[in-house]
């Protein structure tokens, strides 16, 4: 497209599977600007504990907080975290509900699941070979300090575009 197009520059939005290592080093390479969704769970245990104490603690300080967001830097790109209320109660909801769903005398048949791992992770098997099991309330409240937080890497430095800016290019990513 480069040489057909005589492009001066080449912008790039996409979702998660476009963040590997390999992937932004060809990008930053080329000089292809991107912003790209983020696997923050994923990340060094360091990071991960800093972004989600920094959303802990905005949400103490602010109740009834809908949306935050912070700048980091993360293998020397910019990584911008955005926290959504909606967001937040949605991303709880969506799992737990379709496990609860399911449902009969507080177990679910494991056969019911099997495709699905997402659900998966919030069960809790009781004995070794059952076919059935319960909710891991434990592995749900862990998981939860996480609801509502997403993020987004970029080789934009912030006087190239707003925190704002690049969420909103990225959230347009659909169009």
Do not use: C
């Not at 476009?18 to 932004?24: A, G, V």
């Not at 991107?34 to 800093?50: P, R, Y």
Request: net charge positive; glycine share 4%.
């Amino acid at each position: 497209m480069e040489k057909n197009y005589d492009l001066s520059e080449t912008f790039i939005v996409a979702d998660r599977a476009m963040f590997t290592k390999d992937n932004l080093e060809k990008m930053d390479k080329k000089k292809i600007k991107f912003i790209v969704a983020a696997k923050l769970k994923t990340m060094k245990k360091d990071m991960k504990e800093q972004i989600t104490n920094d959303v802990a603690k905005v949400l103490e300080e602010n109740e009834g907080l809908d949306i935050w967001s912070k700048d980091y830097v993360f293998e020397g790109r910019r990584l911008i975290v955005n926290y959504s209320k909606k967001r937040a109660k949605k991303d709880r909801d969506r799992l737990v509900e379709r496990i609860q769903k399911k449902m009969k005398d507080g177990k679910v048949r494991l056969a019911d699941l099997i495709n699905n791992t997402g659900t998966k992770k919030y069960l809790k098997i009781d004995k070794k070979g059952s076919k059935e099991a319960t909710l891991n309330e434990l592995k749900i409240e862990e998981h939860a300090k996480w609801d509502g937080i997403h993020g987004v890497i970029t080789n934009h430095k912030n006087n190239d575009l707003s925190t704002e800016e690049i969420l909103i290019r990225y959230r347009n990513l659909w169009q």
